[in-house]
């Protein structure tokens, strides 16, 4: 009997005091999704990659904004969202408990401002993709006036953008195409 419990105290406890003390996770460990609004630029990289469509982006246009959106009870937890993010906005957790009482808890949002175009004044991209834009071009060696020059071609939504680099009918040679015009 001495024997036995000499055994015992050299093997230590075999339980876990898991509900009073976090249970202890691997290094790895894919759990849910973080998502930290202030470093989203929301440039929908995560919505693209999720293969469950957990994440999600929807534009209401009229009030200028995109909103972000996380429905926990479709997460697979690959861990795509983390990979694709290009400002590490959104971090797999080691949290696994996601049980709750209420179905509106399983759902996470956040808003962002769109940026309006320079030209029509229709909002076209997310206003922290456009200055997030011009940080990286900064920091990519671009001087702070050339991209202070450029400016006005990050503020321009493509519709814009094409108007201004399609010349009119009337400016356009066509001779130069023909047979036997060497110019």
């Known amino acids: 009997m001495l024997k036995l419990f000499k055994t ?3 093997a230590g406890e075999a339980t876990l005091k898991y509900p009073f003390a976090p249970l202890p996770v691997c290094d790895n460990f894919r759990g849910k999704p973080e998502h930290q609004p202030e470093q989203c630029i929301a440039c929908a ?3 693209v990659a999720c293969p ?4 999600t982006m929807s ?4 009030a200028g904004t995109i909103t972000w959106s996380f429905f926990v ?5 690959c861990g795509r969202c983390e990979e694709v993010c290009p400002t ?3 971090v797999l957790s080691p949290e696994f408990e996601l049980a709750v009482a209420n179905a ?10 769109l940026a309006q175009c320079s030209e029509c004044g229709e909002y076209f991209a997310p206003k922290k993709e456009v200055e997030y834009t011009a940080d990286l071009l900064k920091q ?21 953008k094409r108007k201004q680099n399609v010349p009119e009918a009337h400016q356009v040679e066509f001779t130069r195409y023909l047979k036997g015009n060497e110019a």
């Open 88 to 90: 590490k906005a959104i």
């Open 73 to 77: 009870g479709r997460c697979i937890f």
């Open 8 to 10: 015992i105290l050299k």
């Open 59 to 62: 534009t209401d246009a009229e």
């Open 104 to 113: 509106a808890d399983m759902y996470q949002h956040a808003t962002f401002k």
């Open 52 to 55: 469950a469509n957990a994440l």
């Open 45 to 47: 990289a995560c919505a």
């Open 140 to 160: 990519a060696g671009m001087t702070a006036e050339a991209v202070e020059s450029i400016d006005h071609l990050l503020h321009t939504c493509t519709d814009c």
